[in-house]
């Protein structure tokens, strides 16, 4: 299948510094990337949606300007948590599909910890 | 969007066949239903997927009823290994404005 690399897998940052996670999708076309943030024993929160070129759509409660999502090409998108708190710690996973592919893939996520 | 229900926690034991049923009662017609398997600290990874009718591969199978509102995963002689937790997504993540939703997942256990 299809590979998503997601980097880095854990990072711990200092509260109020900001931090860029990437997500590349190795060998197809990512049209469309989803950003999800999963709490421990909790399913996974889809945070925002992007497609390649256009601003991202962010889902209801999450805020746009503290979690900047930027899919700049077909391969590569960005989530920069803005302003890191504590409370931001969470396991952020990423998913690419490709137009036209019913199957989505998904990085190995990032372990966030914000100290 | 169609949300989906699946038992929160299931136990088996190793050699044993499971399986998993999921509702889906507002399922759209171009949506597909796709399960995943998710380890503790690891991204979900693709079990099985389908549209209709039944779907096997060298993991699982899928069985999806006429009507589409529920599907189940079938897991052969599960293993140890096998334990994680099991989610059922419905959608058309392939069309740009579609989602992939998640919903709370069944926490599967193979006990020796």
């Known amino acids: 299948g299809a590979v998503v690399s997601q980097h880095p897998s854990r990072v711990i940052c200092k509260s109020g510094t900001s931090v860029k996670i990437e997500c590349r999708s190795l060998d197809f076309q990512a049209t469309t990337m989803f950003w999800y943030r999963q709490f421990p024993k909790q399913s996974l929160m889809l945070m925002a949606t992007s497609n390649e070129g256009s601003k991202a759509t962010y889902e209801q409660g999450v805020e746009k300007d503290k979690f900047l999502i930027n899919h700049a090409s077909l391969t590569l998108s960005t989530l920069t948590v803005t302003s890191a708190h504590p409370e931001d710690s969470s396991f952020y996973i990423c998913?690419?599909?490709?137009?036209?592919?019913?199957?989505?893939?998904f990085g190995q996520g990032t372990r966030l910890t914000v100290v | 969007l169609a949300k989906t229900t699946q038992p929160i926690s299931m136990d088996s034991y190793e050699g044993q066949e499971v399986n998993i049923t999921c509702s889906h009662n507002?399922?759209?017609?171009?949506?597909?239903i796709t399960w995943y398997q998710q380890f503790p600290s690891q991204g979900p990874r693709f079990i099985i997927q389908?549209?209709?009718t039944k779907v096997t591969n060298e993991v699982a199978s899928l069985f999806i009823p006429a009507d589409r509102k529920s599907s189940t995963l079938s897991l052969p002689r599960v293993s140890l290994s096998d334990t994680a937790v099991y989610y059922c997504l419905v959608g058309a993540s392939y069309n740009q404005g579609g989602k992939l939703i998640f919903g709370q997942g069944t926490e599967l256990s193979v006990k020796p």
């Open positions: 389908g549209y209709k």
């Open positions: 507002n399922i759209a017609t171009n949506d597909y």
């Open positions: 998913s690419a599909t490709e137009q036209g592919n019913t199957e989505a893939f």
